[in-house]
Each structure stands twice: as structure tokens, then as C-alpha cells.
């Protein structure tokens, strides 16, 4: 006699865990948005605070400043003639996002598309909502390295920190082989690669 599977379940088709695996890379990249978004918004409100009108601030024997600035463009103000080009860039990379975590089983890849749709939505808060007025808004910026006024490296913020450390490490996931579905390349080998006569033999 053959075995009936309960109602309401497929044979063949449905990955063990896998439902819980996809919630809680899902959970896991939200909350690593969430709070790459609201510490980009709390560190903007402080640098607003604390050094406007004021010269830079000095840490580190001068490895790092506080220095505020406000960038109509991408870094060392690259395209600050075109300011409306970058949210709607910004909102692509969002739904680019939103299609790569339709597989998403896999907590690293939720930790790098985490901090990249963070940062994603700290800078693009800036450019709806700040001065000079909605999608030309410019962005705050406040860390400078090795020069008070980047002429070194360009200054930068908390969701841009965010967007390059999560970039990074979907880089190195994609060369190390590991796969928004939790498997990897070269190890994870269906069994239906093993020759039906070596089975017979066996």
C-alpha cells in the first residue's frame, strides 16, 4: 500500500524549514534596515545640532573629523547639477531589493541587503525632505577622513557607511558561492545528479 501524504501538503516540492528560513531572513533584513535607517537619522539630527556654524572637530589625532556639510550630489559632489537623478536611482535600487528577497533564505545575504536598503532610505529621506525643496534636497554629510574638509576621501555619513559595507559583503558572498537561498555553490548538489545505474548496482 502506498502511503496518502496528509491533506494540504505537497510531495516533492516543499523545502523542510524552508518557510521558517525565508521569515526570519526577512524579519533580519528589516530590522537591519530599520536601524541603519533611524541611527542615519539620529546622527544627522545631532551633527545638525551640535556643528552647525562651527570648525571641525578633531578625533583621533586628525584620523577622523566631524565636519558638516551638505552634498547636492554623489560623492566629492559628483552630479550635483542633476540632484533629481539620485532618488529616483535610490528607489530602484529599493525595488531591487524587494525582487532579491523573494528567495531570500540566507541570513548574510539579509545582513548585507539589510544595510543597503537602509542606507538606501537614509540618504533618500535627505533628498525628499531637506532643503532646497522635494527630490533636490541635499544630503547631510558630517565624517571626514584624514582632512577637515575632503580633500582625501570624500565626506560621508551613516547610510553611506551602510550602502558600502552592505555592497561589500554581497561581493563577497557572490565570489565565496553563497546564494540568497541559503545554498552554495559547488556543495549543495541535488541527489538526481547520481546515475540511475550506480544505483541499480548498488
Known amino acids: 500500500m502506498t502511503a496518502t501524504p496528509p491533506a494540504g501538503t505537497e510531495t516533492g516540492t516543499a523545502e523542510p524549514g524552508g518557510g521558517r528560513a525565508r521569515r526570519r531572513a526577512i524579519v533580519l533584513l528589516a530590522g537591519v534596515g530599520l536601524f541603519?535607517?533611524?541611527a542615519d537619522l539620529l546622527t544627522k539630527h545631532l551633527a545638525l545640532q551640535a556643528l552647525s556654524d562651527r570648525e571641525p572637530v578633531k578625533l583621533l589625532g586628525g584620523a577622523?573629523?566631524?565636519s558638516l556639510t551638505r552634498n547636492s550630489g554623489a560623492a566629492w559632489s559628483i552630479g550635483s547639477d542633476h540632484t533629481w537623478v539620485f532618488p529616483l536611482i535610490t528607489i530602484a535600487v529599493i525595488?531591487?531589493?524587494g525582487w532579491m528577497a523573494l528567495r531570500l533564505r540566507s541570513v548574510p545575504w539579509a545582513v548585507s541587503l539589510g544595510l543597503v536598503l537602509g542606507g538606501a532610505l537614509g540618504n533618500l529621506a535627505d533628498r525628499i525632505f531637506r532643503a532646497p525643496g522635494h527630490f533636490v534636497g541635499h544630503v547631510v554629510?558630517?565624517?571626514?577622513?584624514f582632512?577637515?574638509?575632503g580633500q582625501v576621501w570624500p565626506v560621508f555619513n551613516l547610510a553611506d557607511s551602510a550602502?558600502?559595507?552592505g555592497v561589500v559583503l554581497a561581493v563577497f558572498l557572490e565570489l565565496t558561492g553563497r546564494q540568497r537561498d541559503g545554498s552554495r555553490l559547488g556543495r549543495d548538489k541535488p541527489a538526481a545528479e547520481v546515475?540511475?545505474?550506480q544505483g541499480e548496482r548498488a
Do not use: K
Open 147 to 149: 582632512d577637515p574638509y
Open 195 to 197: 546515475p540511475v545505474e
Open 141 to 145: 554629510d558630517m565624517i571626514s577622513l
Open 163 to 165: 550602502l558600502v559595507c
Open 95 to 97: 525595488g531591487w531589493i
Open 36 to 38: 541603519a535607517f533611524l
Open 64 to 66: 577622523v573629523y566631524l
